[in-house]
Protein backbone atom coordinates (compact mmCIF):
# COMPACT_ATOMS: atom_id res chain seq x y z
CA UNK A 1 0.00 0.00 0.00
CA UNK A 2 1.18 3.42 -0.87
CA UNK A 3 1.12 6.42 1.51
CA UNK A 4 2.06 8.60 -0.62
CA UNK A 5 1.12 9.47 -4.34
CA UNK A 6 3.21 12.19 -6.16
CA UNK A 7 1.88 13.90 -8.92
CA UNK A 8 3.51 14.38 -11.78
CA UNK A 9 4.67 11.45 -12.58
CA UNK A 10 7.53 12.76 -14.75
CA UNK A 11 8.39 16.40 -15.37
CA UNK A 12 10.98 17.90 -17.83
CA UNK A 13 11.99 21.52 -17.69
CA UNK A 14 14.98 23.83 -18.65
CA UNK A 15 17.80 25.16 -16.50
CA UNK A 16 16.44 27.70 -14.44
CA UNK A 17 12.61 26.93 -14.35
CA UNK A 18 10.90 26.27 -10.83
CA UNK A 19 9.82 22.79 -10.18
CA UNK A 20 6.60 21.74 -8.50
CA UNK A 21 5.67 18.26 -7.37
CA UNK A 22 2.79 17.29 -5.71
CA UNK A 23 2.09 14.50 -3.42
CA UNK A 24 -0.98 13.41 -1.46
CA UNK A 25 -1.77 10.91 1.55
CA UNK A 26 -4.11 8.54 2.80
CA UNK A 27 -4.03 8.18 6.89
CA UNK A 28 -3.13 11.13 9.58
CA UNK A 29 0.66 11.86 9.81
CA UNK A 30 3.17 12.88 12.26
CA UNK A 31 5.74 14.42 9.24
CA UNK A 32 6.16 14.52 5.81
CA UNK A 33 9.54 13.44 3.87
CA UNK A 34 10.58 14.34 0.64
CA UNK A 35 13.87 12.42 -0.38
CA UNK A 36 15.85 12.43 -3.66
CA UNK A 37 17.54 9.24 -5.91
CA UNK A 38 19.68 9.91 -8.43
CA UNK A 39 19.99 7.24 -10.78
CA UNK A 40 18.78 4.39 -9.09
CA UNK A 41 20.98 5.03 -6.31
CA UNK A 42 20.51 5.20 -2.34
CA UNK A 43 17.90 8.27 -1.14
CA UNK A 44 18.95 10.88 -0.24
CA UNK A 45 16.48 13.04 2.52
CA UNK A 46 15.80 16.47 1.19
CA UNK A 47 13.30 17.96 4.09
CA UNK A 48 10.98 17.20 6.63
CA UNK A 49 7.76 19.19 7.61
CA UNK A 50 5.76 17.99 10.33
CA UNK A 51 2.17 18.16 10.77
CA UNK A 52 1.63 21.06 12.91
CA UNK A 53 3.98 22.87 10.08
CA UNK A 54 2.49 24.77 7.15
CA UNK A 55 5.54 25.24 5.23
CA UNK A 56 9.26 25.06 5.17
CA UNK A 57 12.47 26.24 3.56
CA UNK A 58 16.01 24.77 2.79
CA UNK A 59 18.10 26.41 0.40
CA UNK A 60 16.44 26.16 -3.40
CA UNK A 61 13.31 23.88 -1.84
CA UNK A 62 10.10 24.85 -0.46
CA UNK A 63 7.48 22.27 1.04
CA UNK A 64 4.32 22.91 1.85
CA UNK A 65 1.95 21.09 4.03
CA UNK A 66 -1.88 20.92 3.84
CA UNK A 67 -3.46 18.20 5.99
CA UNK A 68 -6.92 19.00 5.78
CA UNK A 69 -6.23 18.23 2.10
CA UNK A 70 -3.94 15.48 3.08
CA UNK A 71 -1.24 17.13 0.43
CA UNK A 72 2.27 18.08 0.35
CA UNK A 73 3.93 19.93 -2.43
CA UNK A 74 7.64 20.53 -3.40
CA UNK A 75 9.60 23.35 -5.34
CA UNK A 76 12.55 23.70 -6.45
CA UNK A 77 13.48 26.83 -7.59
CA UNK A 78 16.01 27.84 -10.17
CA UNK A 79 16.49 24.19 -11.43
CA UNK A 80 19.73 23.13 -12.61
CA UNK A 81 21.11 20.16 -14.16
CA UNK A 82 22.20 18.25 -11.12
CA UNK A 83 18.43 18.41 -10.08
CA UNK A 84 17.69 15.65 -12.46
CA UNK A 85 16.67 12.64 -9.88
CA UNK A 86 13.29 10.59 -9.37
CA UNK A 87 11.70 12.79 -5.68
CA UNK A 88 9.78 11.07 -3.54
CA UNK A 89 7.48 11.80 -0.51
CA UNK A 90 7.38 9.38 2.44
CA UNK A 91 5.29 9.30 5.46
CA UNK A 92 5.02 7.03 8.36
CA UNK A 93 2.71 4.24 8.83
CA UNK A 94 1.27 2.70 12.40
CA UNK A 95 3.25 2.72 15.54
CA UNK A 96 6.73 2.31 14.26
CA UNK A 97 9.34 3.54 11.91
CA UNK A 98 7.40 2.23 8.70
CA UNK A 99 8.29 4.24 5.65
CA UNK A 100 5.53 4.75 3.50
CA UNK A 101 6.90 6.30 -0.05
CA UNK A 102 4.89 6.96 -3.18
CA UNK A 103 6.10 5.96 -6.45
CA UNK A 104 8.13 9.32 -7.04
CA UNK A 105 8.08 11.88 -9.49
CA UNK A 106 11.51 11.58 -12.40
CA UNK A 107 12.26 15.34 -12.62
CA UNK A 108 14.78 16.00 -15.60
CA UNK A 109 16.44 19.80 -15.82
CA UNK A 110 17.91 20.23 -19.43
CA UNK A 111 20.58 22.53 -19.73
CA UNK B 1 27.41 10.50 2.18
CA UNK B 2 25.09 9.25 4.97
CA UNK B 3 27.38 7.21 6.38
CA UNK B 4 25.46 3.87 5.82
CA UNK B 5 27.00 1.47 3.88
CA UNK B 6 25.86 -1.65 2.27
CA UNK B 7 27.38 -4.57 0.46
CA UNK B 8 27.38 -5.99 -2.42
CA UNK B 9 26.54 -3.03 -4.96
CA UNK B 10 25.96 -5.35 -7.69
CA UNK B 11 24.65 -9.28 -6.86
CA UNK B 12 23.30 -12.09 -9.35
CA UNK B 13 21.66 -15.55 -8.53
CA UNK B 14 19.34 -17.26 -9.96
CA UNK B 15 16.28 -18.81 -9.31
CA UNK B 16 15.56 -20.92 -6.06
CA UNK B 17 19.23 -19.62 -4.79
CA UNK B 18 19.30 -17.93 -1.03
CA UNK B 19 21.12 -14.59 -0.46
CA UNK B 20 22.72 -12.50 1.99
CA UNK B 21 23.20 -8.51 2.18
CA UNK B 22 24.79 -6.69 4.57
CA UNK B 23 24.17 -3.23 5.77
CA UNK B 24 26.29 -0.87 8.16
CA UNK B 25 24.63 1.76 9.94
CA UNK B 26 25.86 5.00 10.58
CA UNK B 27 27.30 5.37 13.34
CA UNK B 28 25.59 6.23 16.59
CA UNK B 29 22.01 4.90 15.12
CA UNK B 30 20.41 1.52 16.52
CA UNK B 31 17.89 0.93 14.34
CA UNK B 32 17.77 -0.03 11.01
CA UNK B 33 15.07 -0.54 8.03
CA UNK B 34 15.35 -2.62 5.15
CA UNK B 35 13.40 -1.65 1.73
CA UNK B 36 12.96 -3.00 -1.79
CA UNK B 37 12.89 -1.07 -5.03
CA UNK B 38 11.64 -2.18 -7.90
CA UNK B 39 12.38 -0.74 -11.07
CA UNK B 40 10.08 2.31 -11.49
CA UNK B 41 8.53 2.24 -8.03
CA UNK B 42 9.03 4.04 -5.00
CA UNK B 43 10.99 1.60 -2.17
CA UNK B 44 8.56 -0.70 0.04
CA UNK B 45 9.46 -1.83 3.81
CA UNK B 46 10.62 -4.88 4.33
CA UNK B 47 11.38 -4.80 7.68
CA UNK B 48 13.24 -2.71 10.59
CA UNK B 49 15.49 -4.13 13.34
CA UNK B 50 15.53 -2.03 16.97
CA UNK B 51 18.44 -3.22 19.16
CA UNK B 52 19.16 -7.04 17.77
CA UNK B 53 14.77 -7.30 17.37
CA UNK B 54 12.46 -7.02 14.57
CA UNK B 55 10.47 -4.33 15.33
CA UNK B 56 8.14 -4.32 13.06
CA UNK B 57 7.25 -6.19 9.23
CA UNK B 58 6.06 -5.52 5.84
CA UNK B 59 3.67 -7.37 3.48
CA UNK B 60 6.77 -9.79 2.90
CA UNK B 61 6.91 -13.49 3.30
CA UNK B 62 8.99 -15.43 5.89
CA UNK B 63 11.50 -16.32 3.29
CA UNK B 64 13.10 -12.74 3.86
CA UNK B 65 14.23 -12.57 7.24
CA UNK B 66 17.00 -10.50 8.78
CA UNK B 67 19.78 -9.91 11.53
CA UNK B 68 20.68 -6.85 13.49
CA UNK B 69 24.29 -7.61 15.14
CA UNK B 70 25.02 -6.24 18.54
CA UNK B 71 27.35 -3.01 16.68
CA UNK B 72 23.84 -2.35 15.25
CA UNK B 73 25.29 -3.89 11.28
CA UNK B 74 22.34 -6.00 9.94
CA UNK B 75 21.33 -8.87 7.27
CA UNK B 76 19.02 -9.75 4.57
CA UNK B 77 18.58 -12.87 4.01
CA UNK B 78 16.41 -13.69 1.30
CA UNK B 79 15.59 -17.75 0.50
CA UNK B 80 14.21 -19.79 -2.42
CA UNK B 81 14.98 -16.25 -4.65
CA UNK B 82 12.37 -15.97 -6.92
CA UNK B 83 12.43 -14.02 -10.52
CA UNK B 84 10.40 -10.84 -8.66
CA UNK B 85 13.08 -10.81 -6.17
CA UNK B 86 15.24 -8.53 -8.61
CA UNK B 87 14.84 -5.48 -7.05
CA UNK B 88 17.49 -2.33 -5.84
CA UNK B 89 17.40 -3.39 -1.59
CA UNK B 90 18.07 -0.65 0.63
CA UNK B 91 18.25 -0.27 4.13
CA UNK B 92 18.41 2.89 5.76
CA UNK B 93 19.59 3.64 9.68
CA UNK B 94 17.76 5.83 12.11
CA UNK B 95 18.12 6.27 15.94
CA UNK B 96 15.61 4.68 18.43
CA UNK B 97 12.87 3.99 16.21
CA UNK B 98 12.08 7.80 16.18
CA UNK B 99 9.35 9.39 13.67
CA UNK B 100 12.53 11.26 11.93
CA UNK B 101 14.97 11.04 9.07
CA UNK B 102 16.57 7.66 7.87
CA UNK B 103 19.35 7.83 6.05
CA UNK B 104 19.79 5.35 3.65
CA UNK B 105 22.58 3.58 1.73
CA UNK B 106 23.46 3.22 -1.65
CA UNK B 107 21.48 -0.41 -2.20
CA UNK B 108 22.29 -3.66 -3.59
CA UNK B 109 21.04 -4.22 -7.07
CA UNK B 110 20.06 -7.74 -7.26
CA UNK B 111 19.28 -9.43 -10.20
CA UNK B 112 17.74 -13.02 -9.86
CA UNK B 113 17.96 -15.14 -13.52
Known amino acids: SQQGEEDPQALSIQEGENATMNCSYK?????LQWYRQNSGRGLVHLIL?????REKHSGRLRVTLDTSKKSSSLLITASRAADTASYFC???????????FGAGTRLAVHP | ETGVTQSPTHLIKTRGQQVTLRCSSQ?????VSWYQQALGQGPQFIFQ???????GRGNFPPRFSGLQFPNYSSELNVNALELDDSALYLC????????????FGPGTRLTVL
Open chain 1, 27 to 31: TSINN
Open chain 1, 90 to 100: AAYSGGYNKLI
Open chain 2, 49 to 55: YYREEEN
Open chain 2, 27 to 31: SGHNT
Open chain 2, 92 to 103: ASSWDRGTDTQY
Open chain 1, 49 to 53: IRSNE
